[in-house]
């Protein structure tokens, strides 16, 4: 299975791969939760992801929406405290 990561705009290094079966720190299969919530018509997905800049992952909550007639989804994400 392919999840091809098209853009990503502060971590340019992640673009055009494949992370489908990429873990966070807590073994969630990050891409896959949030590709799922946006079959299931969007939503929100708590994560962990490594902040730009620095070297561990931080708590995030994502939000990803599907884009309509297409296999694509669009997310954005804020880190937590």
Do not use: C, H
């Amino acid at each position: 299975m392919f999840m091809i990561m098209i853009v990503y705009a502060t971590q340019k290094d992640k673009e055009g791969q494949n992370l489908y079966n990429y873990q966070d720190i807590k073994g969630k299969f990050v891409i896959r939760e949030l590709s799922q919530m946006a079959k299931n018509g969007g939503g929100f997905v708590e994560f962990y992801w490594q902040k730009p800049g620095e070297t561990t992952q931080s708590r995030k909550l994502g939000y990803v929406e599907p884009i309509v007639g297409t296999n694509f989804f669009i997310g954005s994400g804020v880190y937590m405290e």
